[in-house]
């Protein structure tokens, strides 16, 4: 499972409510990534970070913030959650063997009613 | 845009015969291809991955790439039930540590 956790694995919230996701990683991989999956979209990559308190956006960030205060944590923020942000997410790490390979960890199933 | 395509499926294989699946992809720049496994309600494993033309073999799986086509595929000899998931085409490019993912194809292996 390359180390990684995520937490909480379910949250069932209500609209406008805040929730953060957290990553968590034990081997001090640089780069960090948070992706959402829905049905007939795949995995899309949200934001990702290339250290700490570096980041960047990918291609589905609005309504997401992100932030990196450790090397191990990477957090993920739905400032007001709405209902198209149901989802599950995921997040990554990426390894380098012959080149940057990227791990998954065990997922987030969020509902937001 | 990057896109990355697949067939969604699903694709229904005897077991025991083999499994093609493919995926096109539309950067030309992108050097890196990847398989990952996605079973029902679990996150992506890596299969494997590759970069150069021709084929690479890992056990059942062989992963072929024509860069000339920006064409790759995913062979699974020999298919067992345990093989029916979803799998996932991502490519990539060396130096960008991102990877543009396709939708993915559906597998069942039927015994």
């Known amino acids: 499972d390359a180390g990684i956790t995520q937490s909480p694995r379910h949250k069932v919230t209500e609209t406008g409510t805040p929730v953060t996701l957290r990553c968590h990683q034990t081997e001090n991989h640089r780069y960090m990534y948070w992706y959402r999956q829905d049905p007939g979209h795949g995995l899309r990559l949200i934001h990702y970070s290339y250290g700490v308190k570096d980041t960047d956006k990918g291609e589905v960030s609005d309504g997401y913030s992100v932030s990196r205060s450790k090397t191990e944590d990477f957090l993920l923020t739905l400032e007001s959650a709405t209902s198209s942000q149901t989802s599950v997410y995921f997040c990554a790490i990426s390894v380098k063997l012959r080149q940057e390979t990227q791990y998954f960890g065990p997922g987030t199933r969020l509902l937001v009613l | 845009q990057k896109e990355v395509e697949q067939n969604s499926g699903p694709l229904s294989v005897p077991e025991g015969a083999i499994a093609s699946l493919n995926c096109t992809y539309s950067d030309r720049g992108s050097q890196s291809f990847f398989w990952y496994r996605q079973y029902s309600g679990k996150s992506p494993e890596l299969i494997m991955f590759i970069y150069s033309n021709g084929d690479k073999e890992d056990g059942r799986f062989t992963a072929q790439l024509n860069k000339a086509s920006q064409y790759v595929s995913l062979l699974i000899r020999d298919s067992q039930p345990s093989d029916s998931a979803t799998y996932l085409c991502?490519?990539?490019?060396?130096?960008?540590?991102?990877?543009?993912f396709g939708t993915g194809t559906r597998l069942t292996i039927i015994p």
């Open positions: 991502a490519g990539g490019n060396f130096g960008n540590e991102k990877l543009t």
